[in-house]
Structures are given as C-alpha cells and as structure tokens.
C-alpha cells in the first residue's frame, strides 16, 4: 500500500531533526568540527611527519645511528612535554577550562578562571576579591578597559560602584562593563545592559566558548 503524499517518512522526520539539532549546535559553538575544518591540520601534519623521516633517513646514511636517537628522544621529549601541557591543573593555568569545570567553580572561583582567561587574551589583570561579589579590573594593551562583574542579575546594587571610576579625560568608548553569569540572563537584564550603552552581557554559552579558547573580543564584537 502506497504512502500517502501528505504523511511524513519518519525517517526523514528524524534527519530533519538531527540536521537542525547540528545546527543548533554549531551556532552555539558546542558542536564538533567538520572535516574540511581539520583537514589543513591534518595536511600540514603528513608533510611534517614525512619531512621528519627523511631527515632521519638522510641523517642515518650521513652520520649514522646518531640522528635517529636524537631525533627519537626529540620526539619523546615534545610527546611528554604536550601530555604535561594537557594536564587539568596545567590547561587551567592557562586559561582554559571545560562546561564541566566552570559549573562546579564557586564565585571565587570563577572570577580567578576570568582572569586567567583574560590574560591569556593578553589582558592585564587586577582582581578585588569579595566575599559575595568579587570584580575584575583589565586594561587592555590598546587601551581598552574592562569591568567585569559576577552576578546573576545585571543591576547594579545600591552600594556598589565601579572599582576604576572613569576621569574625564578618558575616551567613554574605551570603557567596557562585562557582567558574567553562567545561565542565562532575564528579559530585564538585557532592557539594561542596552539602556548602559557600554555593558555585555557574558551569559553560560558565550563563557564556554571563551573558556573552550575562543577570544574574548570574537564574543564582545558579538554582543555589542
């Protein structure tokens, strides 16, 4: 019995689905490369491989067993350094931190990981720690600077002020006020941030894709 026109193969219902979840995910950074993205990477490692083995080989036939030992130690060498760079505590120091590992930082926590993240985009950091609510200051080798802020909701408090007030004779346009939270923000907060002019708003995706390596001013030329 034939199908008729108007129902749906369910096959092609759950490829709909799958192509638009990819989607969905490739948007909000969290999806995996494709291959032609790797492909260079893959390219550029063949040649290097190839080049190493025949130096090796005409090391081998010019000088002996000397080379291929040395070159086999190199390569140990590299190998043991690149698993030591890989390390949790060793990605972490310098700035790079999985979902997983931001969820489970508490406040103080998670302002040390904005800062590490900062100065691995080459900002230059001051933190002032807080017991509920710490800040960052950062000055950028440009001249930018940054006020960034943890919390949950965007409005200021009553008592709170800026740790770095801004004299007159610096340019507004310099000055960026970046509130971070790791969900997501409420309707009332981004009606805020726009009516400040100069305030982003970093919520849960964009700060796993900054912590994933992304640079911060991909994310903030995003937002603004």
Known sequence: MARPSWTSDPVEEQRHRRRDTVHRLRAQGRYGPRFRDVLPSFAVLAVLLCAAVAGLVVGFRAVGAVVPIAGALLAVVAVAVGVRRQRPAARRRRGRYTPQELHELDVQGLALAVARMLRRDHWKVRLL???????????????????VAFRPVAE????????HPRTHREDPESFIHLVVHRGAFRARDIRWARREGRTVLL????????????PLDRLLAGEQ
Not at 137 to 145: W, Y
Not at 203 to 214: F, S, T, V
């Open 129 to 147: 720690p807080a017991p509920d609510r710490p800040r960052l200051c950062a000055r950028h080798q440009d001249g930018r600077r940054l006020d």
């Open 156 to 163: 200021p408090l009553p008592d709170e002020a800026l740790p």
């Open 203 to 214: 919520d849960g995706p964009a700060l796993e894709r900054w912590a994933g390596g992304a």
